[in-house]
């Protein structure tokens, strides 16, 4: 399959977790990297966000750190590596080699054209679609294989999530055009 397929698909956000240290004192980083917040009576963790690239993580005492608000998978490595620059920095011990990987890729993208809900709704019958336009304007497709969530909206535009990455992204919008392409 050509990427130039799916020029419109485009990555909304990349969220990745994992650990990073064995323990992190989260008052010491609060107090020694800037862009780094801690409210414990608000949040359990330490909210550190990064301008370049522009990302948020949470970091958490036990050593794990949920990271968000990635645009792409080169600046997760780049994110990556300063949190951690940071954190020793500030006195803290951490793996060598830390585990963190990507559990979701929210994407866009655009079918470009309308799309006839009711209509998708009707014809493909099938137990994985929800709609309920009285709760919510869009469509909701789980694609089993890869394990892709879509939601579909009446003006042609998708959103598409549950990815571990882009090939599978792009292999469940193959499966969504494939079950619409008599529809459309």
Same mark, same amino acid.
Do not use: W
């Given at each position: 399959?050509?990427?130039?397929?799916? &020029?419109?698909?485009?990555?909304? =956000?990349?969220?990745?977790?994992?650990?990073?240290? &064995?323990?992190?004192? *989260?008052?010491?980083?609060?107090?020694?990297?800037?862009?780094?917040?801690?409210?414990?009576?608000? #949040?359990?963790?330490?909210?550190?966000? +990064?301008? &370049?690239?522009?990302?948020?993580?949470?970091? #958490?005492?036990? !050593?794990?750190?949920?990271?968000?608000? +990635?645009? =792409?998978?080169?600046?997760? !490595?780049?994110?990556? &590596?300063?949190? +951690?620059?940071? *954190?020793?920095?500030?006195? +803290? @011990?951490?793996?060598?080699?830390?585990?963190?990987?990507? @559990?979701?890729? /929210?994407?866009?993208?655009?079918? !470009?054209?309308?799309?006839?809900?009711? $209509? /998708?709704?009707? @014809?493909?019958?099938?137990? =994985?679609?929800?709609?309920?336009?009285?709760? #919510?304007?869009?469509? %909701?497709?789980?694609?089993?294989?890869?394990?892709?969530?879509?939601?579909? #909206?009446?003006?042609?535009? %998708?959103?598409?999530? !549950?990815? $571990? =990455?882009?090939?599978?992204?792009?292999?469940?919008?193959?499966?969504?055009?494939?079950?619409?392409?008599?529809?459309?």
């Amino acid at each position: 399959m050509a990427d130039q397929q799916y &020029d419109s698909l485009k990555i909304e =956000n990349i969220v990745a977790s994992g650990v990073i240290a &064995d323990s992190i004192d *989260l008052l010491a980083i609060s107090e020694h990297i800037e862009g780094c917040e801690l409210n414990t009576k608000r #949040f359990p963790g330490a909210v550190y966000r +990064i301008k &370049d690239p522009k990302m948020a993580s949470l970091i #958490f005492s036990s !050593g794990k750190v949920v990271l968000t608000g +990635i645009k =792409n998978e080169s600046d997760l !490595g780049r994110g990556l &590596d300063l949190i +951690i620059s940071s *954190l020793k920095s500030a006195g +803290i @011990t951490t793996h060598e080699v830390p585990d963190v990987n990507v @559990t979701n890729i /929210v994407c866009s993208y655009d079918m !470009g054209k309308p799309i006839n809900l009711n $209509k /998708v709704v009707i @014809t493909l019958q099938l137990e =994985n679609i929800e709609y309920e336009p009285e709760q #919510f304007p869009g469509l %909701v497709y789980r694609i089993a294989d890869p394990k892709i969530v879509a939601l579909l #909206f009446s003006s042609g535009k %998708v959103i598409l999530t !549950g990815g $571990k =990455n882009l090939e599978d992204v792009r292999a469940g919008l193959e499966v969504l055009e494939q079950h619409l392409a008599d529809i459309l």
